[in-house]
């Protein structure tokens, strides 16, 4: 049976067992949320977006680069590895808000499906009320961590750069994926329906409808 949202007709549905829908979708993302909430959730996913199409991009640029130099000009980029290693960062923080974002995020649900439908309500908000705690704490001793870092000096051997310079993504990450469970908490608490992040309903693939 259709599901449908009067507040936001490209919302999808649930994408709790994901074996036949690994691909995202391409539309650019328009948040649900009211206000400032609203505003916030969609700038976070021009960050995200941004951090990801920029990283997968300059990594593929990267190591092309150093494949080509190293078997037609017999040279690798002394940089090349470090570079990488910096990216690798980046695309996975920026991906663990993007995941949030779309549900994607493993999640053990025997208990959860067992309840009734106010049961799971109450749930995914104390769920993701929690998980947010626990990404903007983790956010927060990052931050403590690459200060740290700064105090230290430390330097990369190859870029010459500053080691701390190259966790800069970490409470980005941390602290977006946080502010998105925040704002999942805040989807179940308005709406009638069960979200599992902000724009995708709880449900399985096998009655799930895009909405």
Known sequence: MPVTDKNHGSQLQSQTDT???DDAPLEVYESSLPGIL????????????????????????NTSANVIGRFVFQ??????????????IMITFAGISYAARH???IRMSAIFDALP??????????????????MLGLAWYSLQYIMTQAG??????????PVWLT??????????TGVQYLLTAVKNMIERD???STNVLEGYDDNETEV
């Open 19 to 21: 074996t036949g829908t």
């Open 38 to 61: 609203g505003t916030l959730d969609t700038w976070i996913s021009k960050i995200e977006s941004a951090m990801l199409a920029i990283g997968v991009l300059l990594m593929a640029a």
């Open 75 to 88: 040279s690798s980029l002394f940089f090349s590895e470090e570079l990488n290693r910096i990216l690798i």
């Open 103 to 105: 549900g994607r995020h």
């Open 117 to 134: 439908n106010r049961g799971r309500k109450i749930l995914m908000i104390v769920i993701s009320l929690v998980t947010a705690a626990f």
């Open 152 to 161: 230290r000096g430390r330097v990369l051997p190859s870029l010459q750069i």
């Open 167 to 176: 966790l800069v993504w970490v409470p980005v990450g941390f602290f977006m």
């Open 194 to 196: 069960i979200y599992l």
